[in-house]
């Protein structure tokens, strides 16, 4: 009798240890803590990917004001908590980029579209119809001046026309500056697009842009970021509904990021230049067989990131073959677990 009481209490002990599995399981999905059997390998190519599934009702923008509650981001982005935004004087950055998506905020749901107020720590996994972070810039050169933006490394198709239809929208506004070449590595690869790396980024299906308004060390631009924030509102909702209004859900296969290999230098090494063009300026020189990681891709050109030097350049496709990097996957990589990037 004693030992059936003992069996008993075992299975009871097993079967209740497998519900409360179940229940954090259940919890975790539902947070958006897929392990990594049940998410995708953003290593793979295109053709294994899990379908994409499109949003459904309203249009849905996240704003990030850049480094709005930076001091909060979890710890495997506790390196920038200190990272708060330019300033200059008592003027702080953060102060008119969250002035600038309050006054956006109430221009988009007035259209009925759905809008999340993202901090720096962005919800893993996140799924918007454009995610758009806003933020100002400076420079030790005090003549500097102008905004720009930018789509992340390998884009997909509707973030460059996310970030056509804003930078037309800036372009319109005859008064401002562009700092046409200002468009930095950092930005490319800003922390809240980089998947591949952070469980806090958004999904990889997401069309992102960030935005550098103009720059707070220069007179001039300064004037303007600490002014009425409803002008630059109204910049970013008319570049937004140009987005829209192109914008077919359906067509999900353009919310896919490209997809480029490790590659290597060919045979006799190969000539970086600062354009996909052949009479382009020379960057600098790759030997032979040295490994690059393509971002962009130009008709018969790749863009390729390289960390020494910290910079970009473009290389003929003739002049690279298919590699790996031995350091791969980088420091930091994520190869445990991702989000869910289906929709939610």
């Keep these: 009798m004693q030992e059936r009481a003992k069996s008993w209490l075992l299975a009871m002990t097993v079967l209740i240890g497998l519900a409360a599995a179940g229940i954090l399981l259940f919890w975790r999905l539902s947070a958006g803590e897929v392990s990594a059997s049940t998410t995708s390998d953003l290593s793979l190519p295109a053709s294994a990917q899990p379908p994409v599934q499109p949003l459904t009702g309203p249009w849905v923008v996240a704003l990030q004001p850049g480094h709005w509650d930076i001091s909060q981001l979890p710890p495997e982005l506790e390196r920038l908590r200190t990272n708060t935004g330019a300033e200059w004087g008592s003027i702080r950055e953060v102060n008119i980029n969250k002035a600038v998506v ?14 999340m107020l993202v901090p720096a720590t962005v919800p893993p996994g996140l799924r918007a119809d454009a995610f758009v972070a806003v933020h100002a810039d400076s420079s030790t050169d005090t003549t500097r001046r102008g905004w720009k933006l930018s789509p992340p490394w390998r884009s997909s198709a509707a973030s460059r026309e996310l970030a056509k239809d804003l930078s037309a929208s800036f372009v319109r506004e005859t008064n401002l500056a562009h700092d046409v070449d200002g468009v930095t590595v950092n930005m490319r690869g800003y922390f809240a697009f980089n998947n ?10 997401t069309p992102a842009t960030i935005i550098e308004l103009g720059f707070l060390s220069n007179r001039i631009d300064r004037e303007g970021l600490t002014g009425d924030p409803k002008y630059w509102a109204r910049i970013i909702e008319r570049g937004l509904t140009a987005y829209f209004n192109g914008r077919n859900r359906s ?3 353009d919310l896919k990021p490209l997809e480029l290999g490790w590659m290597a230098a060919a045979t006799g090494g190969a000539a970086v230049r600062t354009a996909p063009n052949i009479d382009a300026e020379k960057r600098w020189t790759l030997s032979e067989g040295t490994p690059v990681m393509p971002v962009d891709v130009s008709g018969d050109w790749y863009e ?3 960390r020494h030097p910290f910079t970009t350049g473009w290389v003929p496709k003739s002049a690279l073959v298919p590699g790996e990097d031995p350091r791969w996957p980088m420091p930091g990589e994520r190869r445990d677990a991702r989000p869910s990037y289906g929709a939610r």
């Design 102 to 115: 309050d006054a956006l905020i109430p221009m988009l749901e007035t259209k009925g579209w759905r809008v």
């Design 196 to 205: 591949r790396r952070f469980y806090h980024a958004i999904s990889p299906y």
């Design 251 to 253: 067509e999900v296969a």
């Design 304 to 306: 390729i990131f390289m």
